[in-house]
């Protein structure tokens, strides 16, 4: 399961639609803990906030948003609720390790998506996270070499 802290704007086609199954997923899960992914490290950003269930909305609402600006259509009533107060952050190293992430993906299944964010150092965030300063996410898995990337940024 990734659920980006990447605006779903940087996502091609493919990670769009990965983005909207992978979070309603998460919406699944959080509906119903004990589901397998329960304990996914992703989700304690969600879990933790005082209405899991509409922080994950609120995800869910800039992926399917961003689908109607592309002309696709997600189906906007899966989203079973939205309007957290939660002030959910991601780190400058995830963001950056992500975005490198990203755009490995991208160079290798979109090359016109990934030349077109070529140049691109500091991605937008997804709207449902404010960025602050840190290292990597301590959920994350990544090797030493990868860590080194996260601080990019």
Known sequence: MRLWSLHPRHLDRAGLVAAWREALLAQAVILSPGRGYSNHPQLRRF???????????DFLTAIVDDADARGYRFVRE???????RAELTV???QLAYEWSHLSEKLRRRSPDVWERW?????PDPHPSFVV?????????KVTPEQSDRGSAL
């Open 47 to 57: 879990q933790q906030t005082e209405d899991p269930l509409a922080a994950i909305g």
């Open 78 to 84: 899966k989203i079973l609720a939205t309007g957290s």
């Open 91 to 93: 780190t400058t190293g």
């Open 118 to 122: 070529q140049g691109i150092h500091a």
């Open 132 to 140: 602050v300063d840190g290292p990597i996410a301590e959920w994350e």
